[in-house]
């Protein structure tokens, strides 16, 4: 007997067997056979039935706008680690990453300030930014101290910053603090040009010290700068869900 791969060709198949268990003139080994293959049948069609494509959810940032602004950059190196790693290099990798998960987790437009090792002005930034018209300003970066030992985790908004800046702030610091495991500096305020200067919501992250040696050993893997950028991404659409 054909039977397709559908509920009415499974119930087919299962009724068919109604005559086996009547009659005693069938052999018990043709009715194992049939109940064999009803059962691959019944877990095909489950299987399939799971399989099926559903309608996609709406992603959690489609129709957002974002200016993901790496810090320093071209003649301006940032903060140094003892070997050698300059914060502009991660910044920029950390900043990739995080307009990555915007994009194609989040379904929102991304616009960069720099998208390789050149030098912007904070002035030239800020334009960039207030000329996009984006819903959110992320610049990143990275601390540094003349104490290899400081390490922690820090974002910042501006001083006279919206309460939406403040609570982008506190929701990517809550992420961030999950993904670093080091000690939590806080969601604070500061008169940074680019965060008093921009027009939207907008925060500063500053996820770790590079100057700390073993921090700065994790920050060469790409893997570790990935997931700043994921995480990053995890508090934005942890705020925009307010």
Known sequence: ????????????????????FSSHEK???????????????TLMFSLSTAAMPTSAATP???????VVDP?????DPGAVGINGLTEKQVNLQVAKALRNCLVEYGGATVEMTRVDDSYVTLAGRVKKANDSWADRFISVHHNGSVNPD??????????????????LSAKVQKRLLQMTGLRDLGAN???YY????????????????ITN???????????YVWREGYYIYRGIVDHMGN
């Open 1 to 20: 007997m054909s039977i397709r791969l559908t509920s009415t060709g499974i119930t087919d198949c299962w009724s068919s067997l109604i005559p086996y």
């Open 27 to 41: 052999e018990e080994s043709a009715l194992g056979k049939k109940i064999f293959l009803c059962l691959v049948l």
């Open 60 to 66: 959690p940032l489609a129709g957002v706008k974002v």
């Open 71 to 75: 810090g320093h950059g071209g003649r």
């Open 150 to 167: 400081h390490n922690g985790t820090s974002v910042f908004s501006a001083n006279n910053g919206s309460a939406q800046s403040h609570d």
């Open 189 to 191: 305020t500061a008169n």
């Open 194 to 209: 680019v965060l008093r200067n921009t027009r939207m919501p907008g925060i500063l992250t500053e996820a770790s010290f």
């Open 213 to 223: 040696p073993k921090e700065e050993e994790k920050l060469r893997d790409p893997g």
